[in-house]
């Protein structure tokens, strides 16, 4: 049997994993067939041995395969077994904590034989709803006013809203939480949104780039500091374009791009939705536009606006 989880939503993906693995323990409590297998660090020999070896006292298998979809030869070789692997009474998870390229025939074949879990960003009511669930579970008690804005400084990621509550929480233990409180212990994430602006704007969903880009402007933010944001993120994705275009593997460009790994991870996908000469163009434009709006030539939230319409 195979499980396919994945989705943008890092958190609530990683929260079902951990859910199958605590039912699969408290099922077979030895925990010696539980193999974690980092497909950045092994290759599929390691997969396949382990599964073909026969599990003591005849447990049923619970195998997590991590970023599979970065190791291209693993996921060749893990499509040849595929019908091995799903007809099999072991469980093969296959693990994405980032979105995937969906036009991969891993991703087809996935969808069609194992039984999948998509996790996507929550927004609106959903989003709400959930930390509504999170606020009781580590007794957060904030009102109306301050709720809106934590949500809206630290948007749909799910990570950092866990780690707000908490130290909201240690902050003014058993007191409710008030609006001056989050701007004195909360920091927006500008960084996220821009990411999510240029996410947008590789969809063509210029729209939701607006709203991403003006709910820091409408909160007061800089644009000259929105401005060398996206151009950060830019600078990235052309390090990253090259060297995918040269045909380096994910290891290689972890370690040459001298970029963290999460931003790496980030990257990797998103470049994907644009041409090496798309990127340098943008690049081109965003050094322009700087440039503009440092001799006068236009303010800076017309420029920015004209920037995002015309990626």
């Avoid at 951990?18 to 077979?28: D, F, M, P």
């Avoid at 957060?140 to 301050?146: G, Q, R, Y």
């Avoid at 090496?276 to 236009?298: M, S």
């Amino acid at each position: 049997m195979i499980y396919f989880i994945y989705g943008q939503d890092s958190y609530r993906a990683k929260e079902k994993l951990q859910e199958i693995i605590g039912q699969y323990k408290s099922l077979h409590k030895s925990g010696l067939s539980l193999i974690q297998i980092n497909t950045k660090e092994k290759n599929f020999k390691d997969l396949f041995d382990n599964f073909k070896i026969a599990s003591m006292f005849n447990e049923k298998k619970l195998i997590i395969l991590k970023d599979i979809f970065l190791n291209q030869k693993f996921g060749e070789d893990f499509l040849k077994e595929v019908k091995t692997f799903k007809s099999s009474k072991d469980i093969i998870v296959v693990f994405e904590k980032d979105a995937v390229d969906q036009r991969t025939k891993l991703f087809k074949t996935l969808i069609k034989d194992a039984k999948c879990q998509e996790f996507s960003f929550l927004d609106g009511r959903g989003l709400k709803t959930w930390f509504l669930e999170e606020s009781k579970k580590y007794k957060l008690k904030i009102d109306p006013m301050a709720e809106a804005m934590l949500l809206s400084y630290a948007g749909n990621d799910l990570w950092q809203l866990v780690n707000e509550i908490k130290k909201l929480v240690n902050f003014k233990p058993g007191e409710l939480i008030k609006k001056e409180d989050i701007i004195l212990q909360v920091r927006p994430k500008i960084e996220n949104d821009i990411f999510k602006t240029i996410d947008a704007i590789s969809q063509k969903n210029k729209k939701q780039a607006f709203y991403f880009l003006h709910k820091h402007l409408d909160n007061g933010d800089n644009s000259l500091y929105l401005l060398s944001m996206i151009a950060y993120q830019f600078r990235n994705l052309l390090i990253i374009k090259e060297m995918t275009d040269k045909g380096l593997p994910y290891a290689a460009i972890q370690k040459k791009s001298g970029l963290a790994p999460f931003v790496v991870s980030k990257t990797y996908y998103l470049c994907r939705q644009f041409t090496f000469l798309e990127l340098k163009k943008i690049y081109q434009k965003i050094f322009q536009v700087d440039l503009n709006i440092k001799t006068g030539r236009i303010d800076a939230e017309t420029a920015l606006d004209l920037l995002v319409a015309e990626m």
